[in-house]
């Protein structure tokens, strides 16, 4: 089983669609969670850190489920340019190191 | 702030050649850099972490003599690919921990590597 997993998608949702992603990940002791964006040929960029509270962030909510350890991606009201790999991020507990998952693909469609 | 410069941004060489892949922290100090590379449609790879002052850690697989990796000042890592062949042709993309925060880390604009 990967340490962290995803839909490869890909995702594609009309503008003006809601979408959600899930990531699930498999180390219990992960501490830190993150959402990346990608685009194509590109670095990835911070989209929004996970915490356990919850986090919007505009049209973006990201929450976190430690019991179930999966952590989720809502993007609400999509643009053309949302398209785009999302991929989500875990840090365990006393390393840095981040550990990707394979990232989710949307295409949001005129 | 917390940009991390990555050059060069792409490079074609000969097989057997070797190559040199810079990433500078422009406004703070690193002293943790990790390297990745990525094939097409495919998710980064950690290879290495890169510490100031000290040897690298390499991932499981990843060859050391092959990637070597210098991290000699606080702004600055390398990575050579050493006696390059075509398999060795990816996305390498550098990233850095911004000391005392909390705000992820923030990566270099990659190096498309291709060997010919």
């Known amino acids: 089983r990967k340490e962290v997993e995803q839909d490869p998608g890909p995702f594609n949702v009309p503008e003006g669609a809601t979408v959600a992603f899930n990531c699930t990940y498999s180390n219990s002791a992960s501490q830190s969670f993150f959402w990346y964006r990608q685009d194509c040929r590109k670095e990835p960029k911070l989209l929004m850190s996970?915490?356990?509270s919850g986090n919007e962030d505009g049209r973006f909510t990201a929450q976190l489920n430690r019991a179930s350890q999966y952590i989720s991606l809502l993007i609400r009201d999509s643009k053309l340019s949302d398209s785009a790999t999302y991929l989500c991020v875990v840090i365990e507990r006393g390393t840095y190191k981040y550990i990707f998952g394979t990232g989710t693909r949307l295409k949001v469609l005129a | 702030g917390a940009v991390v410069s990555q050059h060069p941004s792409r490079v074609i060489c000969k097989s057997g050649t070797s190559v040199k892949i810079e990433c500078r922290s422009l406004?703070?100090?690193?002293?943790?850099m990790f390297w990745y590379r990525q094939f097409p449609k495919k998710s980064l790879m950690l290879m290495a972490t890169s510490n100031e002052g000290s040897k690298a850690t390499y991932e499981q697989g990843v060859e050391k003599d092959k990637f070597l990796i210098n991290h000699a000042s606080l702004t600055l890592s390398t990575l050579t690919v050493t006696s390059a062949h075509p398999e060795d042709s990816s996305f390498y993309i550098c990233?850095?921990?911004?000391?005392?925060?909390?705000?992820?880390?923030?990566f270099g604009s990659g190096t498309r590597l291709t060997v010919v």
């Open positions: 406004d703070f100090q690193a002293t943790t």
């Open positions: 996970v915490y356990s």
């Open positions: 990233s850095a921990r911004v000391q005392l925060t909390n705000y992820g880390y923030t």
